[in-house]
């Protein structure tokens, strides 16, 4: 046997012969229709990598093209242990982005590449107001959605009303009205010389249909193409796969049509449906052992999939579990939400404390906006949690910024003996960024967080210098290194998809949020049934399916998710019986008012600060900077990020309410008996007027 033999027998031990079948299958169409957990992502890894290492294909001349960064991330990961390095594993957009980055002085004859769009829900409104229609929040993301929709279909402005209503849309405006929003959108880009993500794309496609010297270029570099969740491309990412094969046939898809999740910004599992009949001799594998979840979880994933109705639901098959018996799923119902974020994070805190890695377990939900009562429980029992949308974490807009503010800033001379940390914040302070003032959630806290990372990341890496930190992340972007920290994962379910923990939560099922309300029609419903199967199947131990009647104590009682008539049945409010549980419930659910203006507050870092955000604050700096000093002290003692230890809204509650005693402490939002018991006596002598070494173990300075 040769090395090379032997490598390649290595590749293919610990696959079933279905999987080995895909994965030996030779040159050519190869498609895998499966369902989830069927070791899909598992057999296109090893494909690549027996062909890679059996000398049939160069790494280089390969692009895999998977759904989110982390995928790629993966992707690359397994295959560098296989033996394969040097594959580019990409996503469309990142593939379509350098792709335009190399071509760009080609393409655009000496012109400075547009900058990226940051924010279309600002450029929507404006131009929605350009057609005189006034557009909230909401009704610039539903247009923003419109938009996306159009442009990931190929429908051009002047086509969008006549194509909206072909496809049943329901945009927030008469479809004509639309049009002209779009129109109008499309001419704001161009006056600021910007363009969107899907601009991007259709340059990388334009790039290689009209240009035939970049196509031949592109075409001699990638010959052996991969998709993965090939089910949720749309017909721009399509046109663009199309574009890089140049007719080639050399192409593996594998997907799910169940798992078709994206269909509402314009994906079709029609391709990968389709795929044996575009192409005659392709290599069909169908998988339907389950290897991820425990048959408990199968079994529920089964039955939630099996009411499927539409398209999609044709191709499905009941999944046949292979690991052992575990726990049955967890089904509970809770008197509200706060109560049910507490008894998500003492759960965790359990699994945790009973060896599971908080990595390994996951908080899903249907919107981002659920994510914050997660963060704030969990730091309540003091788990660390880690928010995602750090996927495609070097293609977010404000971080884009950020990495040309600290170029910039890493030009001009340093300061003698400034620490690399403050250097990086005061760029980005430059930018806008303030280091103490995280904003309350959503959209919004996520950017404060995403700088907020590229902080703690200057903390953490060996950088002598603002140029130094800055080839070092060029280089963690050219890997797709984005910094992570240990902790249970809160995502939405549109991110989680193709991931697996031992743990998962699937929070807030009810009515209204899955599905959610604006699911009217008969396909949108079915979406979001598949979105629930994709929740359940990221399981692989355990899995907790939970919702809150109210969404804050009193308030109106909703029905439990229609896909899940199970959790009707499980027993009535499992609200949990620990006293503490009950007693932090109460204390999130009591009425706040801003102690300088009385108005009632509802955001949680408001509630915690104790005042309204624009109402004047009376901070006492001094002790803010102390109390701030004394947390990053524990925080590194304890080897956790600092907001485990209090997170920066209760740092500035503490710092503008300077509680002498016990109580006073409590009343503070976000503190409770475990942190009181931790850090009371130091919190209260520091507000006393002691120094940072008196509470800590630190040796007093010299
Ligand atoms: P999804 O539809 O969620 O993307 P998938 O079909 O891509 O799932 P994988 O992620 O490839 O599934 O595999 C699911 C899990 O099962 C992984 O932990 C993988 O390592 C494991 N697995 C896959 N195939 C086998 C096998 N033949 N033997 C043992 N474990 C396997
Ligand atoms: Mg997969």
């Given at each position: 046997m040769t090395v090379a033999d032997d490598a390649a027998a290595q590749v293919l031990a610990g696959l079933d012969p279905e999987q080995r079948a895909a994965v030996t299958a030779p040159a050519g169409p190869v498609c895998i229709l499966a369902g989830a957990g069927t070791g899909k992502t598992r057999a296109i890894t090893r494909r690549i990598a027996y062909r890679v290492v059996s000398g049939?294909?160069?790494?280089?001349r390969i692009l895999a093209v998977t759904f989110t960064a982390r995928a790629a991330g993966q992707l690359r990961e397994r295959l560098a242990q296989l033996g394969a390095d040097g594959v580019q594993a990409r996503t469309f957009h990142a593939a379509g982005l350098r792709q335009l980055r190399y071509f760009a002085p080609r393409l655009l004859a000496g012109r400075q590449m547009p900058e990226l769009v940051d924010s279309k829900a600002r450029l929507v409104t404006l131009a929605a107001a350009r057609a005189s229609l006034r557009a909230d929040r909401t009704t610039a993301r539903d247009l923003a959605s419109e938009i996306e929709w159009a442009k990931a279909n190929l429908v051009e402005p002047g086509e969008y009303a006549a194509a909206a209503v072909k496809a049943q849309r329901e945009p927030p405006f008469e479809a004509a009205k639309v049009g002209e929003v779009f129109t109008a959108y499309e001419e704001l880009k161009r006056a600021r010389g910007l363009i969107d993500f899907e601009d991007m794309l259709r340059a990388a496609v334009w790039g290689i249909e009209e240009h035939p010297d970049v196509a031949e270029q592109i075409r001699s570099q990638y010959r052996h193409f991969v998709v993965d969740e090939?089910?949720?491309?749309?017909p721009l990412q399509q046109r663009l796969l199309d574009a890089w094969l140049g007719g080639r046939r050399d192409l593996t898809v594998v997907g799910d049509a169940?798992?078709?999740?994206y269909s509402f910004t314009g994906a079709s599992a029609t391709y990968l449906v389709d795929f044996p009949r575009r192409f005659r001799d392709a290599v069909v594998v169908r998988l339907v052992r389950?290897?991820?979840?425990?048959p408990q979880v199968v079994t529920l994933a089964n039955n939630v999939i099996s009411q499927a109705r539409g398209g999609?639901?044709?191709l499905r098959v009941a999944l046949q579990g292979q690991r052992p018996p575990g726990p049955e799923p967890d089904l509970r119902i809770f008197s509200d939400e706060p109560a049910e974020a507490a008894a998500v994070a003492a759960r965790c805190r359990e699994l945790v404390a009973a060896?599971?890695?908080?990595?390994e377990i996951a908080v899903l939900f249907?919107?981002?906006?659920?994510s914050q009562a997660y963060e704030e429980a969990l730091a309540e029992v003091g788990v660390p949690a880690v928010v995602t949308g750090a996927a495609r974490f070097f293609e977010r807009p404000e971080v884009r910024q950020a990495t040309m503010a600290l170029r910039a800033a890493a030009k001009s001379p340093p300061v003698p003996d400034e620490p690399l940390p403050a250097q990086v914040t005061e760029a980005l302070v430059a930018t806008?960024?303030?280091?103490d003032a995280p904003p309350g959630g959503g959209a919004a806290r996520e950017r404060w967080e995403a700088l907020a990372a590229l902080v703690t990341l200057a903390e953490e890496v060996?950088?002598?210098?603002l140029a130094d930190f800055c080839a070092e992340l060029a280089r963690r972007e050219a890997i797709q290194h984005t910094p992570t920290v240990e902790g249970v994962t809160l995502a939405s379910l549109h991110s989680a998809k193709g991931l697996e923990w031992d743990a998962v939560f699937l929070v807030g099922l009810a009515e209204g949020t899955l599905p959610?309300?604006?699911?009217?029609t008969d396909e949108a419903v079915e979406e979001e049934r598949r979105l629930l199967y994709v929740g359940i199947t990221r399981a692989r131990q355990w899995l907790w399916l939970s919702y809150g009647q109210?969404?804050?104590?009193?308030?109106r009682a909703r029905r439990p998710?229609?896909?899940?008539p199970q959790l009707a049945g499980s027993?009535?409010?499992?609200?949990?019986?620990?006293p503490a549980q009950r007693r932090a419930a109460r204390r999130r659910n009591q009425v706040v008012a801003c102690r300088v203006c009385g108005a009632t507050l509802f955001a949680g870092a408001d509630r915690k600060l104790g005042r309204c955000p624009d109402c004047p604050s009376d901070r006492d700096e001094e002790l803010y900077e102390r109390l701030r000093e004394w947390r990053r002290v524990v925080a590194g003692e304890q080897h956790v990020p600092a907001y485990v230890v209090f997170t920066d809204a209760t740092m500035a509650a503490l710092a503008e309410r300077s509680p002498q005693t016990v109580a006073e402490l409590s009343?503070?939002?976000?503190?409770g008996p475990r942190k009181i018991e931790q850090y009371g006596e130091a919190v209260i002598a520091l507000v006393a007027g002691a120094s940072v070494a008196q509470v800590t173990n630190l040796p007093p300075p010299q």
């Open positions: 049939e294909i160069d790494p280089r090939y089910q949720d491309v749309n169940s798992q078709t999740i389950d290897y991820r979840s425990t999609e639901a044709r060896g599971t890695p908080a990595r249907r919107t981002n906006a659920q806008g960024w303030q280091p060996a950088s002598s210098s959610t309300t604006y699911a009217r109210s969404r804050s104590p009193g308030g998710c229609r896909f899940l027993a009535a409010a499992s609200d949990s019986g620990d009343a503070i939002g976000g503190i």
